[in-house]
């Protein structure tokens, strides 16, 4: 299991930050945000370059079928079969 971290705020003789952890937390939460920004500048020109899948080579069928997880092929096959077994049934009694 783990361990709740403890907030220095949620105890009872707490004062607050001191200027230093307040300017560390600032500048910590910038370089975050900075770093985030350029992953998604760098998605978004990958985008561009080359659209959804641009790492890898092959038609889109690959790259979608590269995307979905085995679990998730079953149910929609499941799915579509269900679908035309019903239909077939459908057309079979007219």
Known sequence: MSQQKILPHR?????????????????YTAARIEIKRDRLTQRVAALKKGGIGSQ????????????????????????ISRRLFKTMRILRRK
Do not use: F, H, Q
Request: charged share 20%.
């Open 56 to 79: 890898g080579t092959g038609s889109m069928a690959s790259r979608l079928l590269g995307a979905i997880g085995y679990v998730d092929m079953a149910l929609i096959g499941w799915k």
């Open 11 to 27: 105890t009872a003789d707490w004062n607050g930050y001191s200027i230093d952890e307040l300017r560390y937390m600032r500048a």
